[in-house]
C-alpha cells in the first residue's frame, strides 16, 4: 500500500521535502490558506486543500504520516484547535508525525552548547509558544511524534546576497552574539532519515556544525559577490524593530550530534560557507 503525508501548513521546507517523496510514488496533501499558492503546490505534484474551510476527508482516510509546519499563536497549536479529535481518532494509524519546531525552544544560553536534553526554557513569546504546540502534539495518545527544532534556514530564495545586492544588508554587531543555520536540503535529509527510521518520542535539533555570528555571514556573501562589506552597527544602537531586535534575545551554540549518530545524516552544507557556495553556484 502506497504512502500518504498530509503536510500541513505546506511551507517552505514541506515543499523542499515534497519531490523526494514524490520519487518515492508517495502521495502529499498540502494546505494552505492562499488559493495562488494552492494552483502552484498542484503544479508540483501536491494535492492542495484550502485552509481551513477545505475537505481534508479523503486525506485523513488514507493517510499514514502526517507533517505540521503550521506556527501556533496564542491559543496553541492551529491545527489541533480546528482537527483535534481527527487527529486523536487518526493517530494510532499513523506510521509517523513530524512537528517542525524551532531551537528558540531552549531560550538564551550565553553563547554556550545546547542539545536536545537541554531544559526548554524560552525567552522570546514565539518559542513559548513552540514549546506550548509540542507539549500539545505530545499529549496526543498513541501518536508516533518527532519534533524536529530548526535552527535558522536558508536555501533558494532564502539567503543573504538579495538585501546585499540591494545595499540593505545590515551587520549587527552584538559581542558574543551566535546562530545556527541550516540549509532547507539538510532539512530534507533529516526528516527523509526520520521517516525511514521512526523512532516516536524522539526530538531532533535540525542545524550545521558551525553556530556562527550573523554578521560574519553578511561579510561573506559580500565578499562572494565581490561587493563592499556593510559597515558594522553597533546592536545597542542600531534601529531595528522589536521583531529583529527579539532574535538577539538568545545566543547558544546548537548540537546536532543526534541527527549524525541516531539517523546517520551527513550534511551535505555543514557550513555556511558551503551552502552559500551552492547557492550562488545554483543561482549562476
Not at 496564542?74 to 479529535?85: I, K
Not at 516516536?200 to 555570528?213: M, S, T
Request: charged share 25%; aromatic share 8%; proline share 8%.
Amino acid at each position: 500500500m502506497g504512502k500518504t503525508l498530509i503536510s500541513f501548513g505546506h511551507g517552505y521546507s514541506a515543499r523542499a521535502l515534497a519531490p523526494c517523496l514524490l520519487a518515492r510514488g508517495w502521495r502529499i496533501f498540502g494546505t494552505t490558506r492562499k488559493p495562488e499558492k494552492a494552483v502552484r503546490l498542484a503544479a508540483e505534484g501536491v494535492t492542495p486543500v484550502l485552509w481551513p474551510e477545505g475537505d481534508l476527508t479523503e486525506a485523513f482516510a488514507t493517510a499514514t504520516h502526517i507533517l505540521i509546519s503550521a506556527g501556533p499563536d496564542e491559543a496553541g497549536d492551529p491545527v489541533l484547535a480546528r482537527l483535534g479529535a481527527e487527529i486523536r481518532a487518526l493517530a494510532p494509524r499513523l506510521d509517523w508525525a513530524g512537528y517542525l519546531s524551532t531551537t528558540g525552544v531552549y531560550g538564551d544560553h550565553g553563547g554556550a552548547w545546547v542539545d536536545e536534553s537541554t531544559p526548554l526554557t524560552p525567552a522570546t513569546r514565539r518559542g513559548r509558544l513552540r514549546v506550548m504546540a509540542e507539549d500539545q502534539w505530545r499529549a496526543i495518545d498513541g501518536l508516533p511524534l518527532h519534533v524536529f527544532r530548526l535552527a535558522g534556514i536558508y536555501g533558494p530564495g532564502r539567503g543573504p546576497f538579495e538585501k546585499v545586492r540591494q545595499g540593505t544588508a545590515r551587520r549587527i554587531v552584538k559581542p558574543g552574539q551566535v546562530f545556527s543555520r541550516i540549509h532547507v536540503e539538510d532539512i530534507v535529509q533529516v526528516l527523509a532519515a526520520s521517516i525511514d527510521r521512526p523512532d516516536p518520542g524522539a526530538a531532533y535539533n535540525v542545524c550545521d556544525d558551525e553556530p556562527a555570528p550573523p554578521q560574519d555571514i553578511i561579510a561573506h556573501a559580500a565578499g562572494m559577490l565581490g561587493l563592499p562589506v556593510p559597515p558594522e552597527q553597533p546592536f545597542d544602537t542600531a534601529a531595528m524593530s522589536p521583531m529583529a531586535r527579539s532574535f538577539y534575545a538568545e545566543s547558544k551554540r546548537v548540537s546536532n550530534r543526534r541527527i549524525r549518530d541516531e539517523l546517520g545524516v551527513r550534511l551535505r552544507y555543514p557550513e555556511y560557507r558551503a551552502g552559500l557556495r551552492a547557492l550562488l553556484d545554483a543561482a549562476g
